[in-house]
């Protein structure tokens, strides 16, 4: 993590405009075909939910306005995001939250995910990584939806990407889901949502 030089950042003043904003929250929704990843998990036996968390936290990363942070009223630069995501036992209806370090593959990743999660007992884990910065993750696998908002306690230098997506469905041989990512417009613009994008496609095409 680095303190982030302000007087030489180009993005100053659209911070400056937007730091002016009683809410400087927005939403985008988009429709993304993973019909490689679907496949990928399927040949795997690997969760499909993780595997699709692991190349997003892994896309995010590489967008270098999604690692702007606030810290103790400084601007700074992190160095990574990690997935806080939320899950659910079978034979349950509660949710819970699980926080995930990012591993070197997607392979592993899914794999000590389900460990972590199939271990976890209670609402939080007791043995949270300090001092990491998150990406929070949400999804509705029982319905196709088309936009979804998340509870909040309103702060303006939250600075946490959150992500949710619904069921996937078929749609000319193809699996697609919609997904929805939740921003604070003082950091991110659409052209930053735009990069986020292309880095999560040109991912799960690559699964194929």
Request: hydrophobic share 40%; net charge negative.
């Amino acid at each position: 993590m680095r303190k982030l030089e302000i007087d030489k950042w180009e993005r100053k003043e659209i911070f400056d405009f937007m730091s002016a904003l009683s809410d400087p929250f927005y939403t985008v929704c988009f429709n993304i075909d993973v019909t490689n990843i679907y496949e990928y998990a399927h040949k795997k036996n690997i969760s499909f939910y993780y595997a699709l968390i692991y190349l997003v936290t892994q896309s995010i990363n590489e967008v270098p306005a999604f690692l702007n942070d606030i810290i103790n009223n400084e601007i700074v630069v992190l160095d990574r995001r990690s997935p806080s995501f939320c899950d659910i036992h079978r034979e349950s209806e509660a949710f819970y939250i699980v926080n995930m370090l990012l591993e070197n593959n997607i392979d592993d990743f899914c794999k000590k995910a389900k460990e972590r999660s199939f271990s976890q007992a209670s609402f939080f884990q007791k043995d949270k990584p300090a001092n990491e910065a998150w990406i929070y993750f949400s999804c509705i696998p029982w319905i196709d939806i088309t936009c979804i908002t998340n509870e909040r306690d309103f702060n303006p230098d939250d600075t946490v990407p959150r992500i949710s997506w619904g069921k996937y469905v078929s749609c000319n041989g193809r699996k697609k889901l919609n997904m929805s990512l939740e921003v604070n417009h003082r950091f991110i613009d659409g052209f930053h949502i735009g990069l986020f994008e292309r880095h999560l496609a040109e991912k799960i095409s690559l699964l194929g």
